[in-house]
């Protein structure tokens, strides 16, 4: 009896502490609520009178209370058949609670179910833990590669981004090995063998990993591998977690190859996104004439001008930079002991994950010959426009001489030929004259003989009147008057003869040099129209020179224009 009432005590007090522990509630075999501890109406949050007497399906979603399911879950426990596992159930205003239980019925002494006794535990956040990390292994498997691995590397199951980066189907992966993914090298040296005792031990492996596809296709991935351990702590598998990286990683180093092949050929220096110089590579330092050591640390005005580096235009060009803006151009520097240098460069903002510049990489030329040369060039432009602008002066000057000289030229062969055509009409005259003076001198010699015959007849008279005495004095007297008066004819014809004499001479003379002079005149004529002519064509040619020195001029000030404003870039 005692020992009965021992065994009765010992149950009591089992169920107790389980009461303690565990949510309890007591069904009829129709499931009709009897009894419920705090731990269950805490759970559920409802008060004990508000559940006894209410049907189980109180805690369940209409279409699921109403399921065929439902009703065989309980046929089963009528049956005596328990009941385990993980039940999602509704407590007060449909919360959802999840719960690990057992459904346990009670005999009576005949053998039939007297009632089901339901031992709880709340895993709502346990469960929601879960399903969060079920949710994250999903979303994993479907953004990531994912392969499982024995702790000795054999290849436990992958999923299909895995399978699609190495291009296998899960046959021909699943059971090997994973070196089936390495060099052949590589699997047989210490260091992959380091790699899986590391993951044996339990040390997470991770980084960027070369491995090969099927057909020897080189891929590249960004992984780990991730121990995965028991209750007690120790390794059991190893889950890979992976990312193909391997355009990634080709235009890396594409990008890369390009990076190091303007290292090579240009000038680069980085700088903090205040002007702090970081680093510089040997093309810029020797074009500055420093060594790293001088200039890492400095500021950027350390190769600018004082004046310029105190300056608006400074302080906004470190603003521009700062805010992200590229910034091109020709720029005026400063080596060691300010020797002046002329860099065609850019500065680039370099953006960090969030968009915002956390560094200026500059790349540059030196163009300092190029700049110099094109600085003398703008001189001897200026001087050269000078010297142009000078002979064009020169030439218009000349251009208005040659036309005064043409217009004088003209004005001289119009006299010229004023002066052969009055020669021409003085030759003329002085042929008539002569004609003249011959036919006068016919006129002469007809009176010479005229007189001639009076003086015969005279002569005859003096003769007659001798022989008739007293009777012919008178026609004496007469014919000595007619003698007298035919000598004197005959010496006035012959004075008239010599004065003819002599003009035919002097008009002769006249024509021979009116004739000279008209040859001269002709000549001089011919002189002045050549010369004429040629001045025309001097003044066409000093013309055309004084244009094209104006088109010269013009043009060496257009080209003295383009290099100040390549200087004024220049600065």
């Not at 046959?171 to 993914?181: C, K, T």
């Amino acid at each position: 009896m005692f020992g009965t009432l021992k065994s009765h005590t010992d149950l009591k007090a089992k169920l107790d502490a389980l009461s303690r522990s565990l949510a309890t509630i007591e069904f009829a075999p129709d499931g009709t609520i009897l009894d419920a501890n705090e731990n269950f109406l805490a759970a559920m949050g409802y008060a004990r009178a508000e559940v006894i007497g209410q049907h189980h399906r109180l805690f369940m979603e209409p279409a699921e209370a109403a399921s065929p399911a439902y009703a065989a879950f309980w046929e089963a426990l009528r049956a005596g058949r328990f009941q385990a596992a993980e039940y999602r159930r509704l407590a007060r205003g449909g919360r959802e609670v999840w719960i690990q239980a057992t459904y346990n019925p009670v005999l009576n002494g005949s053998g039939t179910v007297a009632k089901v006794v339901k031992f709880a535990t709340d895993v709502t956040a346990q469960k929601q833990r879960n399903a969060e990390f079920e949710g994250q292994i999903a979303a994993i498997n479907k953004a990531q590669a994912v392969i499982h691995f024995a702790l000795d590397g054999t290849i436990l199951d992958a999923n299909e981004n895995f399978l699609a980066a190495v291009g296998y189907p899960i046959e021909a992966v699943r059971g090997q090995h994973h070196r089936m993914f390495v060099d052949s090298a590589y699997a047989a040296s210490w260091d992959y063998a380091d790699f899986w005792q590391r993951l044996g031990r339990g040390e997470l492996q991770a980084g960027e990993y070369r491995r090969l596809a099927q057909g020897g296709r080189e891929i590249w991935l960004q992984a780990s591998y991730n121990p995965v351990f028991d209750a007690a702590g120790r390794p059991v598998k190893v889950i890979k977690y992976a990312t193909d990286v391997t355009a990634q990683k080709l235009h890396a180093a594409d990008v890369n190859g390009q990076i190091q092949a303007i290292g090579r050929s240009q000038a680069v220096i980085a700088f903090a996104v205040d002007g702090t110089i970081l680093d510089a590579n040997e093309n810029f330092l020797e074009t500055v004439g420093y060594s790293l050591a001088e200039i890492q640390g400095q500021h950027h005005r350390m190769f600018v001008d004082p004046e310029d580096a105190a300056g608006r235009e400074y302080q906004g060009f470190w603003a521009d930079l700062r805010r992200g803006e590229y910034r091109t151009g020709v720029y005026r520097r400063r080596g060691r002991q300010g020797r002046e240098i002329w860099l065609q460069a850019t500065y680039n903002p370099i953006f960090d994950m969030n968009g915002k510049p956390f560094k200026v990489v500059k790349y540059a030329s030196d163009i300092t010959l190029s700049v110099q040369a094109r600085l003398e060039a703008t001189e001897a432009t200026r001087q050269t426009l000078d010297n142009v602008q000078a002979v064009a002066s020169a030439a218009e000057e000349m251009s208005a001489s040659v036309t005064e000289i043409s217009g004088n030229m003209a004005q001289s062969k119009a006299a010229v030929d004023d002066i052969h055509h009055r020669t021409l009409a003085a030759d003329r005259a002085t042929t008539q004259l002569q004609d003249a003076a011959q036919a006068m001198d016919g006129v002469v010699q007809t009176i010479s003989k005229v007189a001639e015959q009076i003086n015969l007849l005279a002569l005859n008279a003096t003769i007659e009147s001798a022989r008739a005495g007293e009777a012919g004095k008178g026609f004496a007297v007469v014919a000595s008057e007619v003698k007298a008066l035919a000598n004197q004819t005959t010496a006035a014809t012959a004075r008239i003869s010599d004065q003819i004499v002599e003009m035919q001479r002097v008009s002769g003379d006249v024509v021979g040099l009116l004739a000279a002079i008209g040859g001269i005149v002709a000549t001089v004529q011919s002189y002045v129209t050549g010369v004429a002519s040629a001045i025309e064509e001097q003044s066409a040619v000093t013309r055309e020179i004084s244009s094209n020195m104006q088109t010269a001029a013009g043009g060496v000030a257009s080209i003295s224009r383009s290099l100040d404003r390549v200087a004024l870039a220049a600065g």
